[in-house]
């Protein structure tokens, strides 16, 4: 019976001490963490957006370039040559894809694209991330949604080439897309007063 | 087999045990989903390598400490507890510190937990040594571990990207071996490193 008490008191002392250990860690990284996943996103909209700029000094030119605008539950933000940037997300082949696309001032043509998250299948639907891909939708014109089509057969100027071996993740990509900004650009026209 | 004695033998016998007679991956076949995993870029290798060296001193270092007072029958639950911990610490500090690493080596921190080097060592070496060993076959093992990535990754890198620790070393228009940067070439690479290794160490089939 004492063999017993001891066994689950020397279980609780030790996980107590260890969870105290731990909670000091989430302590003193989150805000550090907080602050890495901030600067991933904001050099994500400044690539969206086409604006270079030093990986060093990230937040000076995100401040310098970029207004963070809300309308409704919406975050955007707009250049001073009103290109506009705005979150997406949704569900790619296998998982979550996320990212920023930005589109520019007459809200009928794309800006560029990035990709902040993806789970796809590496070497296949992860290439998905790779520029020569996300450098097709420069300049599309996404009014009437985009398309996949087969690969090298993009002739429209809002059709997309898909990546060969990744067609379910090209198709899921594109139709995230297409969902998104059928959501957020009407909302967006209306805060532009458009 | 030589004879090593007294204190620095012995400390010398628990190191190369680690590193090389008893080395975790071609003699014990321990830790190959890992090391299959992240040995596609030398810097994974050596961020990956880092973390479970850190895990296995810390985790060696701990229980080593309470050998005497961990009742036997909640021992592996206190392995877990302990290992978790450290792997939680390691996770933390990569996201804080080295995001790119952490973003590239993603899910596979978190697998340090199920590392059956950690979870072997502990059994089979900590709960029965004092600290001055344990820490001594911690960082012999986690070496053992390190070095084996390392090469597994240098081999991968260069065939794959062309690349060492993302410098440029092939010629320009070098063909990529892109089978090397995926999963079956990190079996390939691997079988050979074992092949090697046991032909080495004169180690037999039983």
């Known amino acids: 019976m004492k063999d017993k008490i001891l066994m689950i008191v020397f279980v609780l002392v030790l996980g107590s001490i260890l969870t105290a250990a731990l909670v000091a860690v989430n302590y003193v990284t989150t805000p550090v963490i907080e602050k890495n996943e901030e600067i991933a996103t904001k050099s994500s909209i400044l690539r969206a957006l086409n604006i270079h700029f030093d990986p060093e000094s990230v937040e000076e030119t995100f401040a310098g370039n970029v207004e963070v605008r809300r309308r409704g539950g919406t975050t955007y933000y707009i250049t001073k040559k009103d290109d506009i940037a705005l979150p997406y997300a949704g569900s790619g082949l296998w998982g979550p894809i996320e990212g920023i696309i930005a589109v520019q001032p007459d809200l009928e043509h794309l800006k560029g694209i990035t990709i902040i998250r993806q789970e796809e299948t590496p070497g296949l639907g992860s290439r998905i991330t790779e520029a020569d891909y996300l450098a097709q939708f420069q300049g599309k014109r996404f009014t009437e949604g985009l398309e996949t089509v087969q690969p090298g057969r993009s002739s429209r100027d809002n059709q997309i080439d898909s990546i060969t071996g990744a067609t379910m993740t090209s198709e899921a990509f594109i139709s995230i897309i297409n969902e998104n900004l059928r959501e957020v650009i009407p909302v967006i026209r209306q805060g532009e007063g458009q | ?206």
């Open chain 2, 1 to 206: 087999m030589r004879r090593y004695t007294g204190a620095k033998g012995q400390s010398l016998k628990t190191f190369l045990n680690g590193v090389w007679r008893d080395h975790p991956i071609f003699s014990m076949i321990l830790g190959i989903c890992s090391a299959l995993a992240v040995s596609n870029k030398v810097e994974n290798a050596i961020a990956m390598g880092a973390g479970v060296t850190f895990v296995l001193l810390a985790t060696g270092l701990l229980i080593a400490m309470l050998r005497k007072l961990i009742p036997t029958r909640v021992r592996m639950i206190t392995y877990m507890i302990i290992i978790a911990t450290f792997v939680i610490v390691v996770d933390r500090v990569l996201k804080a510190l080295f995001p790119d690493i952490s973003q590239a080596i993603g899910p596979y921190v978190g697998l340090i937990i199920t590392n059956c080097i950690i979870m072997g060592r502990a059994e089979a070496f900590y709960i029965q040594n004092n600290i001055g060993q344990s820490l001594i076959d911690a960082l012999a093992n986690g070496f053992g571990y390190t070095y084996t990535l390392v090469s597994v990754a240098v081999v991968r890198e260069l065939l794959g990207f062309g690349t060492i620790l993302g410098f440029q070393v092939m010629p320009e228009g070098f063909t990529k071996w892109v089978v090397m940067a995926m999963a079956p070439g990190a079996f390939f690479v691997l079988a050979i490193f074992i092949w090697i290794g046991r032909s080495l160490a004169g180690m037999e089939e039983e």
